[in-house]
Structures are given as structure tokens and as C-alpha cells.
């Protein structure tokens, strides 16, 4: 089965389903990223604060996949987003992963209320591993309109990404709406609300027609809005049936039910505010 691709603003294209090892603890990394490149994942978002980016790169190493064929983003830490700690925390991501590049790198939170609110410094930093190639693409994980409208308006590069949470209950249109107006791309992070969605009466119903799980009409749903979407489970079955969501498609209005159960309902913190530095 065959994953699209989408294209991003600096001419680099990114797998539209990914597979995701957020708190996936770094002693069942290796096994979690193997099985899930066996399946045919060829995208993985891992971060410097997973604490695991070290094991995604000996899984990749040791899968005889050619790195070139897979697909790897990882984020920068909330303590290190003054420019010379954005540089040696850079370092040590490319060093964890093996090889001397890293397919996409982003300011994993604004951090709006720290760092006298100077998110811009950080992102130039960024720009300088985009220029030197050891980042092939840069982006942004959590901004809002307005912290992208800032560097829009202070910097030169465009990010490429803004992974951002959505999923039914937050469709956030307003802001992907803002993001595919300055083409960059929308990633979306805990894409079932980790697991709230799967129990909605639309959703079960819906489920029940196509003859798929919720889970896959929910990522389903992701894809046919256009975002990347990297489920993340440590269970192959499960492993598998995230990734088996290209061979049925939802009607307009299914995805017009799914976009209505929206309750501006976060799962996680709120950008504008969340300032956690890991101890």
C-alpha cells in the first residue's frame, strides 16, 4: 500500500502517514520503530524530549532500509531555545539519529512566556541548519496565527510544518485555514484525542458502514482533509490497522459529520500559555 506524499513549501515532500513514539519508552523503541518500518512506515516523528531519538536511529540502521528511503523529524527542546543551546541540542539530535541530517526539525512549543517571549532568535537558529542542509526542511509544532505571523514578519524562511493538535473534537479549522493560506503544511498530533473520539456515536456508525475501524475512519478523516497524521501504538496489530487507510475513502458528508462533532476540546496544553522546561 502505498502512502501519498505531500509536497512542501520548500520542495521536499513528506509521507502523509507517519508513525509517532511519544512516550514510547526508549527500551521499546528499536522494537515499536522496527515492527512499524516492517509494515511499511517510512515516517517517523520522534523529539528531543521523547528521550528515545537515539533508538529510532538504531532501528533504522539495523532495518537494511536505506536512510534515504525513510523519513525522520525531531524538535527541539523547551530548555534550549536560546541560540547557542539550539545549536548543541541540534548537534546532539543529528548524533543520536546516526548519519549528518535530519529530514525536519522544529520549535517543538513557542514558549511564548518565556525566553522574554523571543521565539525568533530560535527559528533563525533553525534557518542556519536548513542553509547548512543538516536540516532538510524546518518547522514549527503548537504556533498559533499570530506566533507565525511574527515570523513571518521578522524572518526569511517559511516554516514547512506546523504540527499542531487536531482531531474531531478540535478541528482547529480557523487556524489550518491560516497555515494552507502560507502554504505550509499541517501536521496533526494526537489524532484520536487519545482514544476520546472512538466511542462517538457518529463515528461508531460511520465505522460500521465502511466496515473499518474508528480509528482508521478518524485517520481517515485526517487524510482527506490533507493533513499528516502519525498514530502511534506499540501493538502490531494496531501498528498495522493505522496504516491500512488507503484503500476506502469516507462520503462528503461523513466527513462533514466527523468536522461537526468539534468541541474546541484540547487534549493537551494551550500554546499561548504553556511554558513546561523538562527539569
Not at 36 to 54: F, P, Q, S, V
Not at 73 to 92: E, I, M, Q
Not at 181 to 197: K, L, T
Amino acid at each position: 500500500m502505498t502512502v501519498p506524499d505531500i509536497l512542501l513549501n520548500d520542495g521536499k515532500t513528506i509521507p502523509q502517514l507517519g508513525f509517532g513514539v511519544f512516550q514510547i519508552e526508549p527500551g521499546d523503541t528499536v522494537e515499536a520503530v522496527t515492527r512499524a518500518l516492517e509494515i511499511g512506515y517510512r515516517h517517523i516523528d520522534t523529539a528531543e524530549m521523547y528521550g528515545n531519538e537515539k533508538e529510532v536511529g538504531e532501528a533504522i540502521a539495523k532495518s537494511g532500509i536505506d536512510r534515504s528511503e525513510v523519513f525522520i523529524t525531531s524538535k527541539l527542546n523547551n530548555g534550549y531555545h536560546r541560540p547557542d543551546d539550539a545549536r548543541k541540542a541540534f548537534d546532539d539530535t543529528i548524533a543520536a539519529l546516526g548519519g549528518d541530517y535530519v529530514d525536519l526539525f522544529l520549535i517543538h512549543w513557542p514558549l511564548p512566556t518565556r525566553y522574554d517571549g523571543d521565539f525568533v532568535s530560535t527559528w533563525k537558529t533553525l534557518e542556519e541548519f536548513y542553509h547548512d542542509g543538516r536540516a532538510r526542511s524546518i518547522g514549527v509544532s503548537n504556533f498559533q496565527a499570530h506566533h507565525l505571523r511574527r515570523l513571518h514578519e521578522e524572518t526569511i524562511v517559511r516554516p514547512a510544518v506546523n504540527q499542531i493538535e487536531v482531531h474531531p473534537f478540535l478541528v482547529q479549522d480557523e487556524l489550518r485555514a491560516f497555515c494552507h493560506e502560507h502554504e505550509i503544511a499541517v501536521e496533526a498530533w494526537s489524532p484520536i484525542a487519545q482514544g476520546a473520539v472512538l466511542d462517538d456515536p457518529t463515528v461508531t456508525e460511520i465505522a460500521g458502514r465502511v466496515g473499518k475501524s474508528p480509528a482508521q475512519v478518524v485517520l481517515r478523516w485526517h487524510v482527506q482533509r490533507g493533513d499528516i497524521v502519525f498514530p502511534k501504538s506499540v501493538t502490531p496489530a494496531r501498528m498495522q490497522e493505522n496504516f491500512d487507510i488507503f484503500d476506502f475513502e469516507l462520503e462528503d458528508i461523513d466527513v462533514a459529520m466527523i468536522s461537526g462533532l468539534d468541541r474546541g476540546e484540547r487534549t493537551g496544553p494551550d500554546p499561548d500559555t504553556f511554558d513546561m522546561i523538562p527539569s
